[in-house]
């Protein structure tokens, strides 16, 4: 009984342990979109970068797939974290089979970066896609090849984390927290050892 | 449990060619930089501990080619061991020959004092120096940009790739005496034997002892493929304060590529990051003395010992110039995120800017680094003629002399025809 004690406490820290300072993570916002027309947008947003300092990010080239069945690629536009556009920066997106690459270049100097990025997390574009007709109705957009982030010094910055989002048509089923399920477990087998003693 | 004596010995001999094969791949090609060594407790160790360089780099290297890249704030430092009265000569080479880039150099003696610093002896802006030793020991040397006077990197906003190049003597390839390499000929190999220059030199730079006499000329051939630069630099041991040598690089054919009196540091002379003609397979070195116009040696009384230091490098051409134009902008970036994903022509693709052999974002990103103009825009059309904007009026105003003139004529006409009525 101690050690499941241990074990809940265990996972408990690491659940709840700090990110480690200076990770950069990329993500689609909102992770779960449930679209009310025939498209919908969806925002690439990159966190931990350092506010109004370095790292500053100058430029990204990363895919995102999608289930070509289901969904159609529309459009994209970018931000102007990495500079105005078309004067300040370049940017080029290439829409594939079940993939859409999009890509900037920032052409400020690293301190007119750090002063432009005043935030440490901010989108870097927004897609639209289509929802085609037919028998799908969920579907999942995730980070494909090439996943590259760089600094203002043309360095790569490591992505600790590429979370997607869910796409789906009817609003998703209420399911109970990861935590409220972990908990639940604990519970039964607390019980069935206690049962084992007796 | 004991092991049995055969077992030992085989595994003793497996031991001993893993760290043979080991120590060869790594002195197989010229070293890279890898950081943080920006301080002199955390720099880069270029040689074994306890061996000096002249040792881990034997004779026809006795030298060692060092890439790195520096960044504004930033400094690299390197640590190599000498013997007592060694001369070591250090020189900083970049892809623009030192037209733009403007890095320094400072050289450390074991107990960490500074024993010689430099900023612009060799070609362009760029650094060399050569000093004697007096102490034994791992001597260490920093490279930076100008403005950065303490070597910590806090004062400078230099950015570019770099070739070290970092020479010793003795021991090195000696030429003969009496030599008979007065003419291009009869130029000797340098480094002797047949092979690829990086197969016989292991460091990636080749150092040779010579001697010229008045009336004296020495010719050196080195194996350089198309696509590879070379520099090359003369050394005395008086620092070029007596000594006045020339040097001329030519190509296969024979024509006179390249002429330097006074490129390296005193009257010394120095060549960087020439480039080989296309379809070449050699490139010749002349060394004269000063006044020996033809490289014939018939017209200079010089007389001295030299050091004659030869590293290769990759292709040449600005980093990032993508279209030539010696002016880095927004159409090079432009050329460069187009071309993300491909591979790289090969190690001297301009496009290659991290020369990781794929041209990715990162590049273009850093290529934007070495724009000229803010935004990287472009260089202003007829900026180097002087024009400043009135001139483009001109031709108007020729055109309104023109009208003028025309428009008197006819006054002029019809005033005549109007004295003729009457």
Redesign the interface.
Known sequence: MKALGRLCTLALALALAPRPAGAVSISLSPASVTPSGSSFSIDLVVAGLGAAGAPSL????VGIAFDPSFLSFDSASYGSQL?ALP??A?T?TTPGAGVVRL?E??????AELDALQTTDSFALATLTFDVLPGPITSGALSFAS?L?L?D?????LVVESARGASVSLSPPVPEPSGFLVFATGVAIASRRARRGAR | MRQPKRARALLAAGLAIALAGAYAAAASAAVAEVEPNGALATAQAITPANTVITAAFPPPGGGVLVTGSI??GDVDYFAFDLAADQLVSLAVVTADEGALSDPSLALFDPSGALAATDDDSGPGFLPALRLRVAQAGTWKVAVSGFGDATFNGSSHTEHFDYRLIIAASPPSTLEANPDTNGSFANADPLPPGSGSFDALVPGGVAVVTGVIAPGDVDYWQVPVSAGRTLSAALYDDDGGALADPVLRVLSGSSTALRDDDDGGPGFLSAVASLPAPAASSALTLAVGGFGDANFNGSSHDESFAYQLVVALGPAAGLACDINGDKYVD?TD??AI??A??QPASGPGDPRD??GDGVI??????????E?SN???APRPVGASCGLMGPEALAPLLWFALRRRQRSKQARAASFRLEENHR
Do not use: W
């Open positions: 100058g430029a990204f080239d500079g004067s300040d370049i080029g890509a270049v920032s052409l400020l100097q690293p090439p590259t760089s203002g010094l043309g360095n790569a | 960044s504004p927004r970036i432009d995120f187009a993300r994903g800017a991290d990715t974002v990162l590049d273009a990103r850093a290529c934007t680094l724009c803010p935004s990287c």
